[in-house]
Structures are given as structure tokens and as C-alpha cells.
């Protein structure tokens, strides 16, 4: 799959405007006349890329942002917080897919919600009008666009607790109680982002850590998962690329973010790490 994905970004160059800013200055009209036809990939791909990397950097914004969050004891936002960096990662790797939700305004009109995805067998996207859920839609399409690392179950659950800890006041109004406080703890000390901290010398501590990581542990460990693997994937199309530069700036931008947000120096510095393995395969 790396190989698929850095041999057809190795020539793009990265377009410094997003796709929603390059179809929003179009008139109503002409977006309807795009519906149902197939655009050349040329026309879209630099955007699409674009967009990719800025979904990135938000869901490492995101991931940092859940664990300065749940270090307060803010457990209702934390889980709505890790529930869109897992989102807006997969709809980072869904980018790089050629696949896009993109919803668009027009003045005095109804705005309208469209669906990109890249065409089988051919360099040309196929362009059409979507009515349903978009969230449902994106994170059902990672499922089968990358089988290896997510499942319909696994998005159907996710989106639901955010549902649930973002809506429904009966799991909001609960963030104060002695349990949620709890949670925000071993939420806020145990960083899950290490692939080597389950690792124990002690059956009771090893026993102890496997439990929190199946309660809620997952959340944090998996979005990582998908960040990390994102990040891979860049530095491998950056090593192809003709724009190799574009990429090591792209890179070092999300060091620069890294280091003025606040949250747990552990899980900036595995982020960081991530980041920096990137750019050592680049320069």
C-alpha cells in the first residue's frame, strides 16, 4: 500500500490552497455541471495533497490537545477532542486515497455537500452530490480503503461515543464524578503512545495496564497508530518526490507547533520522535 501511495504522489507538487478554496470560488452553476462527470486527476490532485498534510498537523494538534485536556480532568471534551484526531487523520490517509467529502456555501442558496473519489483504472476522479452523513461516510470509507488498520465495527463505535460524550448531557453532566475523575487521570499519567510502556516486571502491573488499555487506552494508542503511519507515509513520498523540499518544511512546521502547544512532555516527545525519524530519511 506505501509503495501504491508514494508512487503516485512522487510528481505532484503540493498546492499552497486547499480544495474546498479552489471549488467555493466557482458559482453554484458550474459545480452542478461537475456532478456525475470525471475530472483529470491533474486538476484536483495538488489540493488533495495539500489537504492531506493540514489534516495531519490538525490531528497531531488534536492528539496533544486531549492529553493537555484530560491533564485538567476535562474527560467529556478529551474523549470528543481524540475522537476528531482520529477523524482528522483518516481523513488525511483518505486524501491521499484520492477520496474527499467537501461541503460547500453559496449566498442565498442551500449549501451543497460533494463526493470526491478517485476513479478505478483510470487518472480521472469521479465527482458526485452527497446527502448523507458525512462523519458515518468518511469513517466508514477509511474502513475499506485501509482494511489493515480500522473496521466498520471499530468506526461505528468510535463515532458513537463521541456522539454520546459531545450530545447526550446524561455521559457530559457525568465529567465531575468521582469515576470520570479517575479516568482522567490514568487517562493523563499513562502514555499510551509508547509502544514499549506495557511492559512490565510485576503479572499485577502488567495485568493493570492491559486493562486500561482495553477500557480506554485504545483511543490514544490507535489515533497514534494512524498519525505515525501517516507521518511514514510522507517522509516515503517525500523521498520520491520532486518537491522533497516542500515536504522537510512541512515537517519541521509541525516540530514548530509541537513545541508551542501545551500537553504532556511524554506525548509531545513521542510525537516529536515520530516526526524526526520522518525527516532523517528525507535530509
Known amino acids: 500500500m506505501m509503495q501504491s501511495l508514494k508512487k503516485y504522489w512522487s ?14 470560488i466557482k458559482p453554484r452553476d458550474k459545480i452542478e ?40 480532568n476535562y474527560l467529556a471534551w478529551g474523549r470528543v477532542t481524540i475522537y476528531y484526531s482520529h477523524f482528522y487523520v483518516a481523513n488525511c490517509l483518505l486524501r491521499l486515497k484520492g477520496f474527499a467529502l467537501v461541503h460547500l456555501n453559496f449566498l442565498d442558496e442551500k449549501p451543497m455537500r460533494i463526493r470526491i473519489d478517485k476513479a478505478k483504472n483510470e487518472p480521472k476522479y469521479n465527482i458526485q452530490k452527497c446527502r448523507y452523513k458525512p462523519h458515518q461516510i468518511i469513517l466508514k470509507r477509511f474502513s475499506e480503503l485501509y482494511p489493515n488498520l480500522s473496521s466498520k465495527e471499530l468506526e461505528k463505535y468510535t463515532i458513537q461515543q463521541r456522539v454520546d460524550w459531545n450530545y447526550d448531557l446524561f455521559y457530559a ?22 509502544p514499549n510502556y506495557g511492559i512490565s516486571h510485576t503479572a499485577e502491573e502488567a495485568e493493570n495496564y492491559e486493562d486500561m488499555m482495553a477500557n480506554f487506552g485504545f483511543e ?50 513521542e510525537c516529536k520522535k515520530w516526526i524526526s525519524d520522518a525527516l532523517s530519511q528525507l535530509t
Open 11 to 24: 510528481n505532484v507538487q503540493p498546492s499552497y490552497r486547499f480544495l474546498k478554496e479552489t471549488l467555493q
Open 33 to 72: 455541471k461537475l456532478i456525475n462527470q470525471k475530472l483529470e486527476r491533474d486538476t484536483l490532485d495538488p489540493y488533495m495533497l495539500k489537504d492531506s498534510s493540514e489534516f495531519l498537523r490538525l490531528s497531531i494538534v488534536y492528539l496533544l490537545g486531549y492529553k493537555y485536556l484530560v491533564c485538567g
Open 173 to 194: 453532566s457525568q465529567t465531575t464524578h468521582k469515576y470520570a475523575l479517575t479516568e482522567a487521570k490514568d487517562r493523563c499519567r499513562y502514555n499510551f503512545l509508547d
Open 220 to 269: 490514544e494508542a490507535g489515533t497514534g497508530d494512524y498519525v505515525k503511519y501517516a507521518i511514514e507515509c510522507f517522509s516515503e513520498i517525500g523521498k520520491e518526490s520532486n518537491h522533497r523540499e516542500w515536504y522537510i518544511s512541512f515537517l519541521k512546521g509541525i516540530l514548530c507547533d509541537i513545541d508551542v502547544l501545551k500537553s504532556r512532555i511524554e506525548t509531545k516527545d
